[in-house]
C-alpha cells in the first residue's frame, strides 16, 4: 500500500520513539518545521541497523544481499526523487530538502556491512575509520538541517558528537555486542590494561575497570571537543544539540555509577531526566 509523505515520515518518528529515546526527546528543541526531518534520517538508519542485526536466524549472505537491495533502492529512489518504500519516502524528501551529501550515506552502508564480517578493531584508528560511516557521518547529515552560518567550521564539531554519541553506546552495550560476536573497544587498549578475562569471562575485574575509565576519559573528551560547535549553531539548533550532549554523555556517568558493571544491566537515563533536561534547556 502506498503512503503519504506525512506518513512515512510519522513512521520514521515512531523509530526514533522507539529506538533511540534520548534523540527522540532532544528533537523536540528544535523548531517543529525541522524535527520530522532528523527523524527521517533517524528512520534511515534504524532501517539499515534492522538489516543487519535483526533478521533474525537470516545467514548473513541474505543479510548482504537484503542491506545491498535496501541501499541500491534508496539511491534509485533518490535520483529520480520519489520513493514508495514507508520509510525511504520520508528519507528522499528530507535529502533533498536539504542538498544532503549522498556519499554520506554509501559511507554508512559501507560501514553497516562492515558489521557483517568485522567482529573487532585492533586499533583506536582502525576503530574511527568505522566510526567515519557509522557515525561521525551522521553529524554530518544533521549539520545542513541544524543551519549554522559556517557548515565547514562546524564540522569538526558535528563528527566529534557523533563519534562521542557512538562510543557512549559501544561501552555501554558491550554485552549486548558479544552476544552478536562483536567488540567495538580496540583490542590494542584491551590488551594494554589487561582486560581480556572480563571479555571472555562476562565479569568485572580490575582491568576492565582501569579499561572502561580510559575510554570514558576519551570519549568525555570527543564531548569537549563536541562542545566548541554548540555556539557556532543558531540557538533553537544549539539547545537541541545541547540537549543530546547533556543526556547521552550522562550514560557515562551510570556506567561509573553501577561500577562500571557492563554485563549485568544496561545503563540508562530515566525518561523523567530526559523530560526534565528537554524542559530546562526549552526555558533558555
Known amino acids: 500500500m502506498t ?3 506525512d506518513e512515512s515520515y ?9 529506538y533511540g529515546s534520548t534523540y527522540y526527546w532532544s528533537t523536540y528543541l528544535l523548531p517543529r518545521i525541522k524535527r520530522h526531518h532528523v527523524h527521517a534520517l533517524y528512520g534511515f538508519c534504524r ?6 542485526d535483526d533478521m533474525g536466524p537470516a545467514p548473513t549472505v541474505e543479510r548482504e544481499a537484503a542491506l ?3 541501499g541500491e533502492r534508496f539511491f534509485v529512489d533518490l535520483e529520480r526523487g520519489a520513493s514508495d518504500d514507508p520509510v525511504l519516502k520520508a528519507v528522499v524528501h528530507t535529502v533533498r530538502a536539504f542538498g544532503l551529501d549522498p556519499e554520506c550515506f ?18 583506536w584508528d582502525d576503530l574511527l575509520g568505522y566510526m567515519d560511516g557509522s ?8 549539520l545542513p538541517i541544524l543551519e549554522p552560518p559556517s557548515l565547514a567550521e562546524a564540522l569538526p564539531s558535528a563528527r ?4 562521542a554519541f557512538q562510543l557512549t553506546n559501544f561501552l555501554r552495550d558491550i554485552a549486548e555486542d558479544l552476544d552478536r560476536g562483536r567488540v567495538y573497544v580496540p583490542q590494542a587498549d584491551v590488551r594494554k590494561f589487561d582486560a581480556e578475562s572480563a571479555f571472555v569471562e562476562r565479569r568485572v575485574t580490575p582491568g576492565l575497570v582501569d579499561l572502561l575509565q580510559f575510554e570514558i576519559e576519551r570519549c568525555r573528551d570527543l564531548y569537549a571537543a563536541a562542545d566548541l560547535g554548540v555556539g557556532l549553531l543558531p540557538a533553537s539548533s544549539a539547545r537541541c544539540i545541547a540537549g543530546a550532549r547533556a543526556l547521552y554523555s ?6 561509573e555509577a553501577q561500577g562500571y558493571d557492563v554485563f549485568s544491566g544496561r545503563a540508562r537515563v530515566p525518561t523523567r531526566e530526559k523530560l526534565a533536561v528537554a524542559a530546562r534547556l526549552a526555558r533558555h
Not at 12 to 18: D, I, P, S, T, Y
Not at 160 to 163: H, M, P, T
Open 47 to 52: 532501517y539499515a541497523d534492522d538489516i543487519v
Open 135 to 142: 557515525a561521525a557521518v551522521i553529524g554530518e547529515m544533521m
Open 106 to 123: 554509501h559511507r554508512f552502508l559501507r560501514s553497516m556491512a562492515m558489521d557483517l564480517s568485522v567482529g573487532s578493531y585492533e586499533t
Open 10 to 18: 510519522e513512521q520514521c518518528r515512531r523509530l526514533n520513539k522507539r
Open 160 to 163: 566529534a558528537l557523533g563519534n
Open 3 to 5: 503512503v503519504t509523505l
Open 250 to 255: 550522562r550514560i557515562l556517568e551510570r556506567i
Open 68 to 70: 545491498r537491495t535496501f
